[in-house]
């Protein structure tokens, strides 16, 4: 139990890499296509609907496998040089878990951005403000601090979606825990070891999110 | 189209098969949850602080923990279990348990700590006044729960229920990583001798797809036929 903690320690550094990366391009993807949900345009609505509707509706581990094994199939795609990211299943994860994460987000976001009361927005306008200082000094502050709690759920089920990393071959906090399972053959102590890792980091994202409430709070 | 074909050639009808098993193993671990949930939920709602804590430990481990590390701890450890139980009983022979259990099981420990999440918020919601109304009648116990608590519950509890539900199906995904064939293994066996992982895997997208919007159409009727009069 105690020989394979700095192995497991240093798992982490990894997964928690993973779960970074992908956030921040999850967010911008989501943020993006929010802003499409939004749009009045039909065709651009739907492709937006549908977007999240796949990545929502299939499980995280089909995806990453399209990307990884899948996409190497074309043999086009493999002549581009896309193809230096493509290869490496590190970033083969971050895209999959950046395009999942991405669906949630813009969900979260889109309906924080329909939850806020026209009453904000007719008061920008009658105050003069152009449509550029309304979107960013009015709507998204609103918007952040209504989406913090969902947002804070979706950090925690993005950081359980970074074990499936361990799938396409990366040595994950996952990875390196089922690795030591199955040469140790000593699954609960490394369960208990693992899980408290997992544990520990949700805690921590939690306590960051609900200090960011009361931040953002208008009290 | 010739890979999807029925019969020896094709896949068809594997990846038929195979769909039937994730639809098999989400509903046994929807019922193991249930179970789980039955015994939790009373739990977390209890007065007793150590019964609280009891049912806090399990909803915050499981909620927090990656299912796959989860599936990995029954996948190897649960035959382990198995067979040390067995052994206080004085059978010491080998048992291997069939990967369809260990897979439901370990599914349906995680969906059971959503089903009791819901399930808690459910008889939370429920008015004050209908507990102490039944009270107030002098109704029995058990006739109290079955015919006032439990339908009000069952329909809070539906809109949720049906979002574990989906998460469930998704999570049986997961279980191919201990062998068992269901659409995520079936389509890594097509991919391995056909070569063709583009094809298959796109594949269990679309079947993955058509199960969360044939059950999404199915429970949002039965969202509505519950919430009549309301």
Redesign the interface.
């Given at each position: 139990m105690i020989t394979s903690f700095p192995k497991l320690l240093s798992a982490t550094v990894v997964t928690l890499k993973l779960l970074s990366l992908s956030l921040f391009f999850g967010l911008l993807i989501g943020l993006l296509f929010a802003i499409l949900r939004l749009n009045k345009n039909i065709f651009i609505n739907k492709f937006a609907y549908g977007y999240s509707y796949v990545f929502r509706g299939t499980p995280l581990l089909v995806q990453i496998f399209i990307i990884y094994f899948g996409l190497g199939q074309i043999e086009y795609f493999r002549s581009t040089f896309l193809w230096v990211i493509f290869k490496e299943p590190y970033w083969c994860a971050i895209i999959a878990f950046a395009l999942n994460t991405g669906a949630y987000t813009s969900e979260i976001l889109r309906s924080a951005f329909q939850t806020i009361k026209p009453g904000f927005i007719e008061a920008g306008k009658s105050l003069g403000l152009s449509n550029k200082t309304i979107f960013y000094k009015i709507q998204i502050p609103i918007a952040i601090k209504q989406s913090l709690p969902a947002y804070g759920n979706e950090i925690i089920l993005m950081l359980k979606g970074t074990s499936l990393a361990s799938t396409v071959t990366l040595l994950d906090l996952t990875g390196v825990a089922k690795y030591i399972i199955s040469t140790t053959f000593k699954p609960i102590e490394v369960f208990i070891v693992a899980g408290s890792i997992y544990l520990f980091i949700t805690f921590l994202v939690h306590n960051l999110i609900k200090y960011l409430e009361k931040k953002f709070s208008y009290q | 189209m010739e890979l999807l074909a029925f019969g020896k050639t094709g896949w068809g009808d594997e990846l038929f098969f195979a769909t039937l098993m994730t639809i098999a193993v989400s509903i046994t671990a929807m019922i193991i949850g249930f179970f789980f949930a039955l015994i939790f939920t009373p739990l977390k709602l209890s007065k007793h602080k150590s019964l609280n804590l009891i049912g806090n430990f399990y909803t915050?481990?499981i909620?927090?923990?990656?299912?796959?590390?989860v599936i990995?701890?029954f996948f190897?450890?649960g035959s382990?279990a198995v067979m040390y139980v067995a052994s206080i009983f004085g059978y010491d022979d080998y048992i291997e348990i069939n990967a369809f259990i260990t897979g439901s099981f370990a599914i349906g420990i995680i969906s059971g700590a959503y089903s009791t999440e819901v399930f808690r918020g459910a008889i939370l919601s429920i008015d004050k006044g209908q507990f102490e109304a039944s009270k107030v009648l002098g109704l029995n116990k058990y006739i109290y729960f079955l015919k006032v608590i439990l339908p009000q519950m069952l329909r809070l509890a539906l809109p949720n229920l049906s979002n574990v539900w989906?998460i469930t199906l998704?999570?049986t995904?997961?279980i191919?990583?201990t062998g068992l064939v269901e659409i995520?293994r079936q389509?890594?066996i097509a991919?391995g001798s056909t070569?063709?992982?583009?094809f298959f895997?796109?594949f269990?997208?679309v079947l993955?797809?058509l199960l969360?919007?044939v059950s999404m159409k199915f429970l949002n009727s039965l969202e509505k036929k519950y919430s009549r009069g309301f």
């Open positions: - | 915050t481990v909620r927090g923990v990656p299912e796959l590390l990995y701890l190897f450890g382990g989906q998704k999570d995904s997961l191919s990583v995520m389509s890594y991919a070569r063709d992982p583009l895997y796109s269990a997208a993955y797809l969360t919007y």
